[in-house]
């Protein structure tokens, strides 16, 4: 399977604040790379497919890009709606979809 | 706009099967993929498969053998049994909808993602 990692773990930032996230990809995925935003007893929420096409409805504060095996979300200015657990997921060719084990943004 | 409903028991003995449904409402099964994914605190979010409305699946390896999924479109709604469960498959369990999509620059793939999601219902397994 291909494995999914992503850094950091948790991170506090403040209103107002650029936050980047990365997940890193164990082997070449292309861009098959979507970011999910969850909250607390809530399900996932899709925000970028496809490494960096935003989902409808997304802010466009919200934007993904890739480098290699590297991915990257970008919340160009944090809002207080945007405080939640943040996970990639890959979905390569015919191999299992995999996870990250997600980022947690909390307020600082 | 499409909404999910997972439903099924809560509380499942050791050894048993689980059984849980999705019903779909505001709009059809047909015409698209659906999945079943579960998330617990050891082990995040797991895909556990994922069925076509003509019925074909595919499933995670790591649970091939205990899994099925399957949809009767005539009641909109598709499920999954996974059977000989143990306490490691306690976990709130979301069914959602697969986005099919070709990429443009490479012949026969297609990229998948995951645009509705189910509120998701707890199961745990315990004697």
């Known amino acids: 399977d291909i494995q999914m990692t992503q850094s950091p773990s948790s991170l506090s930032a403040s209103v107002g604040d650029r936050v980047t996230i990365t997940c890193r990809a164990s082997q070449t995925i292309s861009n098959y790379l979507n970011w999910y935003q969850q909250k607390p007893g809530k399900a996932p929420k899709l925000l970028i497919y496809?490494?960096?096409s935003l989902q409808g409805g997304v802010p466009s504060r919200f934007s993904g890009s890739a480098s290699g095996t590297d991915f990257t979300l970008t919340i160009s200015s944090l809002q207080p709606e945007d405080f939640a657990s943040y996970y990639c997921?890959?979905?390569?060719?015919?191999?299992?979809?995999?996870f990250g084990p997600g980022t947690k943004v909390d307020i600082k | 706009q499409v909404q999910l409903q997972e439903s099924g028991p809560g509380l499942v003995k050791p050894s048993e099967t689980l059984s849980l449904t999705c019903t779909v409402s505001g709009g059809s099964v047909s015409g698209y993929s659906w999945t079943w994914i579960r998330q617990s605190p050891g082990k995040g979010l797991e895909w556990i498969g994922y069925?076509?409305?003509?019925?074909?699946?595919k499933y995670n390896p790591s649970l091939k053998s205990r899994v099925t999924i399957s949809i009767n479109t005539s009641k909109n709604q598709f499920s999954l049994n996974l059977s000989s469960v143990t306490a490691a498959d306690t976990a709130v369990y979301y069914c959602a909808k697969i986005v099919v999509v070709a990429a443009p620059t490479r012949g026969h793939s297609y990229y998948y993602y995951m645009d509705v999601w189910g509120k998701g219902t707890t199961v745990t397994v315990s004697s």
């Open positions: 997921q890959q979905s390569y060719d015919n191999t299992p979809f995999t």
């Open positions: 496809a490494a960096s």
């Open positions: 069925i076509y409305y003509t019925g074909s699946t």
